[in-house]
């Protein structure tokens, strides 16, 4: 499975972004998909997560109530819609795939190549 993650840039602060990741391979619907982001000099951190059949959603603290998590089967891609970012968002954005029925780090199989999102202030 291999993983493609685009749609950053350059925004301000309150303006919107939609990254994509879309993904090879037969399998797309059995992975959890998720989004981890890496700001620098930071750790990596969960952002959020889509369960196989799209039905349950999950979200890191700094997120909640800004960010949407969706995926499209049919197309085999997810998207993560966010709103009204904050400087402190900027930060590489990574999808990844998890076989597992959670999305940690250490359970991720398949991490895309990351995209770089910058919110001026």
């Known amino acids: 499975v291999q993983l493609q993650a685009s749609g950053g840039g350059l925004v301000q602060a309150g303006d919107s972004l939609r990254l994509s990741c879309t993904t090879s391979?037969?399998?797309?619907?059995?992975?959890?998909m998720g989004w981890f982001r890496q700001a620098p000099g930071k750790d990596r951190e969960f952002v959020a997560a889509?369960?196989?059949?799209?039905?349950?959603?999950y979200y890191g603290d700094s997120v909640k109530g800004r960010f949407t998590i969706s995926r499209d089967n049919a197309k085999n891609t997810v998207y993560l819609q966010m709103n009204r970012l904050k400087p402190e968002d900027t930060a590489v954005y990574y999808c990844?795939?998890?076989?597992?029925?959670?999305?940690?780090?250490?359970?991720?199989?398949?991490w895309g190549q990351g995209t770089l999102v910058t919110v001026s202030s």
């Open positions: 990844a795939a998890s076989g597992a029925n959670y999305m940690r780090q250490s359970s991720v199989d398949y």
């Open positions: 889509v369960s196989t059949r799209t039905t349950i959603t």
């Open positions: 391979g037969r399998a797309f619907s059995s992975y959890q």
